[in-house]
């Protein structure tokens, strides 16, 4: 009995780790998909990760997905390519 209770508290100390160390992939116990879950800005995303299958590749999905979320609050949106002349025509001439 003793042994349960301290388990049970290690248990929750990981709990608690996990969730202040802001770890956002688990598993879902009914699908057995992994989901990426975190907050930005106080809103909530909330993404499933079809095709990971381990948690390395959930954590490295879940990677690229914050760098997406990233770089569009930055703005460093990919430029559209410009062709030069029409760079030259649009803004050297002028």
Same mark, same amino acid.
């Given at each position: %009995?003793?042994?349960? /209770? &301290?388990? *049970? ?6 709990? &608690? ?8 992939? $688990? $598993? !879902? #116990? ?7 879950? /975190?907050?930005?800005?106080?809103? $909530? ?6 095709? +990971? !299958?381990?948690?390395?590749? +959930?954590?490295?999905? *879940?990677?690229?997905? %914050? ?5 569009? +609050?930055?703005?460093?949106? +990919? #430029?559209?390519?410009?062709?030069? *002349? ?9």
């Amino acid at each position: %009995m003793v042994f349960f /209770f &301290i388990a *049970e508290k290690i248990y929750h100390c990981y709990l &608690i780790r996990d969730y202040l160390c802001n770890k956002a992939v $688990r $598993r !879902r #116990k009914d699908t057995g998909k992994w989901v990426c879950d /975190f907050y930005y800005n106080g809103e $909530r995303i909330v993404k499933t990760l079809k095709f +990971a !299958r381990t948690k390395k590749e +959930a954590e490295s999905a *879940e990677a690229v997905i %914050m760098n997406q979320v990233f770089q569009q +609050a930055y703005g460093f949106d +990919a #430029k559209p390519d410009k062709r030069f *002349e029409d760079f030259v025509i649009e803004t050297f001439l002028p």
